[in-house]
T-cell receptor, first 113, second 114 residues
């Protein structure tokens, strides 16, 4: 089975500060990990993914994520938050033996001016 | 390129009525997914098609829900009869079908059952 956990319902950060949105996963095979962002009344948009190779993955809008196999984590990061980054963020995992993505519950990111 | 197209964007109906949600995946994508999003349960996978064939429908809540994909460019999700607890945002997503590939989501259909 595959599962993913986002331990924080909400993350608050001031504009210009670094942000981290946490994600941990559980798989039996090799993990393929994804981050998505959802703005109000919109569909989910793909940000970045980890498949193999470099543990630090860079994606859209200046976001990056760090894969840590020993901690089974894939935290989303950005060096300097923008107010426009405020949105709902989803982590997702696909085990190497599965065809479907399992999504976390989502973390609401609020960036204050 | 057009993304995944869903219709209607909003649907308000009364309990007991039939609801049909429609999806046009991205051209060339051979996998299609229907998800449901609610505040209480988050994102739930309802059904997954590969090459127009349903592969996994274990997430379909009950017999009132059915989904079809008659061809590579069209899918429907039908609820009959609808109930207030079916109120949610329903998303369609498509992908190239590779295990490493990301999903591309439509804008969703917001269903309200009164």
């Amino acid at each position: 089975a595959q599962s993913v956990a986002q331990p924080e319902d909400q993350v608050n950060v001031a504009e210009g500060n670094p942000l981290t949105v946490k994600c941990t996963y559980s798989v039996s095979g090799n993990p393929y990990l994804f981050w998505y962002v959802q703005y109000p009344n919109r569909g989910l948009q793909f940000l970045l993914k980890y498949i193999t190779g470099d543990n630090l993955v860079k994606g859209s809008y200046g976001f990056e994520a760090e894969f840590n196999k020993s901690q089974t984590s894939f935290h989303l990061k950005k060096p300097s938050a923008l107010v426009s980054d405020s949105a709902l963020y989803f982590c997702a995992v696909r085990d190497s033996g599965y065809s479907t993505l399992t999504f976390g519950k989502g973390t609401m990111l609020l960036v204050s001016p | 390129d057009a993304g995944v197209i869903q219709s209607p964007r909003h649907e308000v109906t009364e309990m007991g009525q039939e609801v049909t949600l429609r999806c046009k995946p991205i051209s060339g994508h051979n996998s299609l997914f229907w998800y449901r999003q609610t505040m209480m349960r988050g994102l739930e996978l309802l059904i997954y098609f590969n090459n127009n064939v349903p592969i996994d429908d274990s997430g379909m809540p009950e017999d009132r829900f059915s989904a079809k994909m008659p061809n590579a460019s069209f899918s429907t999700l039908k609820i009959q009869p609808s109930e207030p607890r079916d109120s949610a945002v329903y998303f369609c997503a498509s992908s190239l079908g590779q295990i490493t590939g990301e999903l591309f989501f439509g804008e969703g259909s917001r269903l309200t059952v009164l």
